[in-house]
């Protein structure tokens, strides 16, 4: 029989899908990430946006076309916030964001399967996203997830640890709703960091929040034998009163200051960043003040998005910017990311550094550097090997390179 396992929304949505992906096929599936024709779908929801709840209300009839008789089971944000929509509209089984792994008790037991339980992702990727924690108690104003995924509670260290060394990825991203949260039996982050000092995997991080950033984190960033030198902070504004009405816990005078300690230990880091553009109460002067903090802070890469009340949530019954003007700035706003990628790219032209090939398509092996820029080289090598390179030029959406 065949599986498809389809997912909206996050990296922690994709890995829970990758860990579902896994213990089907150890149940006997043939299994594929694919909305294709399969017996039995799982599909994985999003509700991060009003965008992506529509999408994902979708899919059970998308699976339908496929094959009318196949059994769909629904989990994720969309169904947590609303599972009588997916019952509805005819899914065998519904679960929300939290309980993903009652997703293969109910398949083990409809389809006289065993039940395995819930196993370590299936990686389908040469990078291997390891999901340290779940869940989140900052409650932006904008945000329904930590309404839907609950409170903070983290892995154990020895867990974590143990899933990494076990990975056949070269690289290991640590992911998870609020990884600077992170925090198990009195360990933290920064713990964590320094238990896998001797793992011989490329390490990267998932998205940080500004309290993280610290001389203690940085230095112990600096003892891995390879760090993936990307560093995604959240900015979400660069004004400090907006940053007040989304309940951010720091100014942009504070983000400014952990991005120069950043510099001062990985001078050649790549800062990336998420912007919201037109949050309500956003004047003109607020929004300058965003575009402005990106060239201040010398921002790699820039994660648009236009503000999407979501019901539920404080920001929700705050007067909305209007739509015409809330598209202008978000415009802008992806036309500054650009910018702000080609500056940081163009400083790295006849640099030498290190990139994992990935895939090979059209003539070129891409992959990316420790700093996620995405690398052309133009000749065939192996995958999921790391390579030596000297970056020659801009190219399509990164650069041209060629090994040194």
Do not use: W
């Not at 990430?33 to 017996?39: E, H, I, P, R, V």
């Not at 929801?45 to 009003?50: D, E, G, L, P």
């Not at 120069?260 to 230990?265: D, G, M, P, S, V």
């Not at 990106?294 to 404080?314: M, N, Q, Y």
């Amino acid at each position: 029989m065949k599986a498809a396992v389809f997912t909206l929304g996050c990296k922690v949505n994709e890995v829970e899908s990758a860990a579902i992906m896994a213990s089907l096929e150890n149940m006997g599936f043939e299994v594929t990430d694919k909305l294709c024709t399969a017996d039995l779908y799982v599909l994985n929801t999003c509700a991060v946006t009003r965008e992506a709840e529509k999408k994902s209300r979708q899919l059970v009839s998308r699976a339908r076309k496929f094959n009318a008789r196949a059994k769909i089971f629904v989990c994720g944000c969309a169904s947590e916030k609303n599972a009588a929509v997916f019952a509805g509209k005819g899914a065998e089984y519904v679960c929300g964001a939290r309980n993903k792994a009652e997703v293969i008790s109910a398949v083990s037991e409809m389809c006289g399967a065993e039940n395995c339980g819930l196993l370590f992702p299936k990686q389908t990727k040469t990078r291997a996203f390891i999901k340290i924690q779940d869940g989140c108690n900052n409650f932006c104003s904008y945000c329904i997830i930590p309404y839907l995924r609950g409170r903070e509670r983290s892995r154990k260290i020895e867990e974590v640890v143990d899933e990494i060394n076990r990975t056949e990825s070269p690289e290991a991203v640590l992911n998870g709703i609020n990884i600077s949260s992170y925090g198990y039996d009195g360990f933290t982050l920064c713990d964590l960091i320094v238990a896998l000092k001797n793992t011989d995997k490329r390490i990267r991080l998932g998205s940080l929040e500004c309290n993280i950033i610290t001389d203690e984190f940085l230095s112990a960033l600096k003892g891995l034998r390879d760090f993936a030198r990307q560093f995604h902070l959240s900015l979400q504004s660069g004004s400090s009163s907006v940053l007040r009405s989304m309940n951010r816990h720091y100014t942009r005078e504070e983000f400014l200051e952990k991005c120069a300690l950043i510099y001062k230990y990985f001078p050649d880091a790549a800062i990336t960043t998420d912007v919201i553009a037109g949050f309500p109460s956003e004047t003109e002067k607020d929004f300058s003040e965003s575009l402005s903090v990106l060239e201040e802070a010398k921002i790699a890469r820039v994660h648009a998005f236009a503000f999407s009340p979501r019901e539920g949530t404080v920001a929700y019954k705050m007067k909305d910017v209007p739509a015409d003007v809330k598209s202008d700035r978000l415009h802008r706003l992806l036309k500054a990311g650009e910018e702000c990628s080609i500056r940081y790219m163009s400083g790295l032209i006849g640099k030498i550094t290190d990139f994992i090939a990935e895939r090979y398509e059209n003539g070129y092996t891409t992959g990316y550097t420790g700093n996620y820029v995405k690398v052309y080289l133009p000749e065939r090598i192996a995958e999921g090997r790391k390579y030596q390179i000297v970056i020659k030029e801009l190219f399509k959406d990164g650069v041209i390179a060629e090994r040194s």
